[in-house]
């Protein structure tokens, strides 16, 4: 069993950055792809970014790609989102998710956080 808990989510103007953690509670945490994905209001949950269970391969959203930086930490069992230059499009809820599989596919993941607010201003 793997809980997820995720914070620094905020109100932020166009052009800012946030950092999201989420921390792992669960043995299995360090052999599980980590994932992160957003919702915004009316629309279907999309994938921002993913990482590998070593941390050695990530990928994310051509939407974000070059703008948003994935990183864990076994140490700490904790996922982080670095977010530079957010727009206003980047306004969603975000969740952790985690899963043997991993992937760019909500399918590809077990368990998830109840999710952050990220508001971006223009």
């Known amino acids: 069993q793997v809980q997820l808990v995720e914070s620094g989510g905020g109100l932020v103007q166009a052009g800012g950055s946030l950092r999201l953690s989420c921390a792992a509670s669960?043995?299995?945490?360090?052999?599980?792809?980590m994932g992160w994905f957003r919702q915004a209001p009316g629309k279907e949950r999309e994938f921002v970014a993913g990482?590998?269970?070593?941390?050695?391969?990530?990928y994310y959203a051509d939407s974000v790609k070059g703008r948003f930086t994935i990183s864990r930490d076994h140490a700490k069992n904790t996922v982080y989102l670095q977010m530079n230059n957010l727009k206003p499009a980047d306004t969603a809820v975000y969740y952790c998710?985690?899963?043997?599989?991993?992937?760019?596919?909500?399918?590809?993941?077990?368990?998830w956080g109840q999710g952050t607010q990220v508001t971006v201003s223009s």
């Open positions: 998710a985690a899963g043997p599989a991993g992937g760019r596919n909500s399918a590809g993941y077990n368990y």
């Open positions: 669960g043995r299995t945490f360090s052999s599980y792809a």
């Open positions: 990482i590998n269970w070593s941390g050695a391969s990530t």
